[in-house]
Nanobody, 120 residues
Framework: QVQLVESGGGLVQPGGSLRLSCAAS????????MGWYRQGPGKERDLVAA???????NYADSAKGRFTISRDNAKNTVYLQMSSLKPEDTAVYYC??????????????WGQGTQVTVSS
């Protein structure tokens, strides 16, 4: 059984930082591209960042310079370090796993999501 379990969300003030984690089980982790998507209130689910098994990373423009995606293949875990957070970063953040970049948006597997709220 495949599971993606996100953690690390919460309430943070503007300008603050958070690190999200996603622990995967039931897959050969290193073979999968791991991605973070987010869905804000009344918005579509959009890509934030993704990283291949070989650590090639891709970022949405909104994340460049503020967020860093990384992975530890030995721990089957992908991380999203977020800094300089803004109220518009408020969303549910989802972890996804896909075998190809083309299938990342549909995702082979999804986590349950973790809420990030940026507010003073």
């Amino acid at each position: 059984q495949v599971q993606l379990v996100e953690s690390g969300g919460g309430l943070v003030q503007p300008g603050g930082s958070l690190r999200l984690s996603c622990a995967a089980s039931g897959i050969i982790f290193s073979r999968y591209i791991m991605g973070w998507y987010r869905q804000g209130p009344g918005k579509e689910r959009d890509l934030v960042a993704a990283i291949s098994g070989g650590h090639f990373a891709n970022y949405a423009d909104s994340a460049k310079g503020r967020f860093t995606i990384s992975r530890d293949n030995a721990k089957n875990t992908v991380y999203l370090q977020m800094s300089s957070l803004k109220p518009e970063d408020t969303a549910v953040y989802y972890c996804t796993a896909a075998l190809s970049w083309n299938s990342l948006k549909s995702g082979d597997y999804w986590g349950q999501g973790t809420q990030v709220t940026v507010s003073s």
